[in-house]
């Protein structure tokens, strides 16, 4: 098993966006119950090396040419960072002269192995779904000796020192961290990391929206709110 993986090209903010996985099965620090990727059977948060890689950058290169792509937004099955040649998929990005977008859930990103990879590329995005450490061990099951509070300020470290565009996605649960002391809550760590956007998500999977997704006006109230700080 191996190789890399693709979205089909798609516009976002007028730019041609190729969305490439890096990972060519779930590795993630974390291993959440809403996963849409399934459960963690590899919980790492140290770089490894996978099956296949020399052909992967070739494709990637051609992927690139033959799609036109304007930004490249490393997306993967888990944390991408965990893929040692992380550092050749951003510099083969870069050598067609593309911006870097890359997405992680954020605990990694200030460690010294992890920072200087994430300062090349253009955007990063890091995330929070919860709003205590109780819920962070119940619902992200985190590797051994993670916390919630670590969480904010590895992201917040790591947004102080970037030169990027650093982007907060903030996944909004029914039932954990929707009230509205959450979401002051959620306010206070907003201004902490003070990001340069803010999204705010919801689950939009059919199987886990039943137990854990916001209601449409529930979640424009929240969306409002947050987003006008
Ligand atoms: S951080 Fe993302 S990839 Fe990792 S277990 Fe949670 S939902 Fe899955």
């Known amino acids: 098993m191996g190789g890399f993986s693709y979205k089909d090209i798609y516009i976002e903010d007028g730019r041609r966006v190729l969305e490439v996985n890096i990972l060519p099965e779930k590795h993630c620090n974390f291993d959440c119950i809403f996963c849409p990727i399934g459960r963690s059977q590899n919980k790492v948060d140290t770089q490894k090396s996978f099956d296949r890689i020399d052909s992967s950058l070739i494709e990637l290169e051609s992927m690139i040419e033959n799609t036109k792509a304007e930004l490249i937004f490393i997306n993967s099955k888990g944390e991408a960072l965990v893929n040692e040649k992380i550092i050749d998929v951003i510099h083969i990005i870069k050598g067609k002269g593309l911006p870097v977008k890359l997405l992680s859930n954020g605990y990694i990103l200030n460690w010294p192995e992890f920072k200087e990879i994430a300062n090349m590329c253009e955007e990063v995005i890091g995330e929070i779904k919860v709003i205590s450490n109780e819920d962070f061990q119940k619902i992200q099951r985190p590797i051994g000796g993670y916390t919630f509070e670590n969480h904010i300020l590895n992201m917040k470290a790591f947004r102080e020192q970037y030169n990027g ?38 689950l939009e999977e059919e199987r886990f929206k039943k137990k854990l997704g916001i209601m449409d006006e529930r979640f424009e109230e929240i969306s409002t709110a947050l987003l006008n700080i």
């Open 165 to 202: 565009k650093f982007i907060l996605e903030v996944t909004i649960l029914k039932g954990y961290n929707d009230d509205e002391e959450s979401i002051q809550k959620i306010k206070n760590i907003i201004k902490e990391i003070s990001p340069d956007k803010v999204i705010i998500a919801r």
